[in-house]
C-alpha cells in the first residue's frame, strides 16, 4: 500500500493508502474544517524528516545535561537552577522550567 503525505491548511499528514482517493478521505475525515492543499505519493513506504528543515539542530550541549549542571550548581535549588538554565541557554521561564523539573524527577 502507498504512502502519502497530505498537506492540509495547519497539518501535514503522512499515512498509507490504497490510492489519491482515499488519502484525501483520511485527511477531510480526520480534519473536516481544513482543505487539502497538496497531496504526494511517497517513493517508498519510510519516512524520513530533516532536523534542519523543522529547525532543529545539533547543540554542542545535552539539555539534560545543562539542566543536570545547573541543579548541581544551584545545589537543588529549583528557582536557582531555572534561572541559571535561561542565562547558559537563551531559553524562555516556560522552557527551563520545563527542563529542570524534568530532571529533578529523573532523580537529580
Known amino acids: 500500500m ?3 503525505e497530505i498537506e492540509t491548511d495547519a497539518h501535514i499528514i503522512i499515512t498509507w493508502s490504497a490510492d489519491d482517493k482515499g488519502a484525501v478521505g483520511m485527511a477531510t475525515q ?3 474544517e481544513e482543505a487539502v492543499r497538496r ?3 511517497r517513493p517508498r513506504d519510510s519516512w524520513v524528516i530533516s532536523k534542519a528543515t523543522l529547525g532543529i539542530t545539533q547543540s554542542k ?3 539534560c545535561a545543562m539542566a543536570r549542571d545547573c541543579l548541581s550548581q544551584a545545589s537543588g535549588d529549583k528557582v536557582h537552577a531555572v ?3 535561561m542565562q547558559k541557554t537563551g531559553t524562555d521561564l516556560e522552557q527551563a ?3 529542570i523539573e524534568s530532571n529533578m524527577a529523573m532523580g537529580w
Open 2 to 4: 502507498p504512502l502519502f
Open 97 to 99: 522550567r520545563k527542563a
Open 83 to 85: 534561572r541559571l538554565y
Open 39 to 41: 497531496i504526494t505519493k
Open 30 to 32: 480526520c480534519y473536516p
Open 61 to 63: 550541549s545535552d539539555p
